[in-house]
């Protein structure tokens, strides 16, 4: 399957951010949205999981329109950004298990804990309130676990922003694991991935719409 973005044009208020963007994730592909801020590339993101109306264009899955929104939707999406959504006041178990929950795994918490890539043990049973702001990410990002495959699309925004290395290092851990997978992964960030995780990058605010790979 192929996901494409076929002349997608947006508007923040009465400015438009972007007319005319192409681009296409196909299985197993890791796409990175780069460019200044206020760009777009998070309205970009939102736009595809469907949080955003279209200006023009359409979001596409083998040509067929692609509603992210839809329960009957052949792909299913797992969204990553600042707003965490996570509860200060429960544990990071507890809100792992409500993870869990949302993707039907209910209380089996392996997918996340089994290799536990994103080092969650040494703080689990801490209210999530008391955890530093990489903890927090890390229990944030751990959602993905839930969602791997090749009928998953990741869309992240910044998702590494707030890792050390070895955060960095573990979340490329795991966008290698999808890619085996055959998953699909848009993500905006700032921060350059290792170059032994293949990836194609896409320039916003700049005349060439045609992505780099890397």
């Known amino acids: 399957m192929t996901i494409e973005l076929r002349a997608i044009a947006l508007k923040r208020g009465s400015r438009w951010l ?3 963007i192409h681009l296409q994730i196909k ?5 990175v949205l780069r460019g200044p801020n206020g760009c777009g590339k998070s309205s970009l993101l939102r736009a595809v999981a469907g949080f955003l109306p279209l200006e023009e264009g359409a979001v596409l899955l083998d040509d067929a329109p692609l509603d992210l929104q839809d329960a009957e939707c052949r792909l299913q999406a797992s969204w990553y ?6 509860n200060g006041e429960f544990t990071a178990r507890q809100n792992l ?36 702001t990489g903890q927090r990410q ?3 990002l751990s959602c993905l676990h ?23 290092a ?7 694991a999808h890619q085996a997978d055959g998953g699909y992964v848009l993500m905006a960030s700032h921060i350059a991935l290792a170059d032994s995780l293949p ?11 045609s992505g780099r790979g890397v």
Not at 118 to 131: H, N
Not at 146 to 168: I, T
């Open 18 to 20: 972007y007319e005319d």
């Open 27 to 31: 299985a197993g592909e890791v796409v």
């Open 81 to 86: 950004s600042s707003n965490d959504g996570l």
């Open 97 to 132: 298990q409500i993870m869990a929950g949302l993707v039907g795994q209910r209380a089996d918490l392996s997918p996340a804990l089994e290799k536990d890539i994103l080092g969650l043990s040494s703080f689990l049973d801490i209210e999530t309130r008391l955890l530093s």
């Open 138 to 140: 890390r229990l944030a």
């Open 146 to 168: 839930f969602n791997l495959g090749a009928e998953a699309l990741w869309l992240l925004d910044e998702p590494n922003s707030g890792l050390d290395a070895d955060g960095r």
């Open 170 to 176: 573990a979340f490329e851990a795991l966008l290698a």
């Open 199 to 209: 990836h194609t990058t896409f320039e916003m605010g700049s005349s060439d719409s």
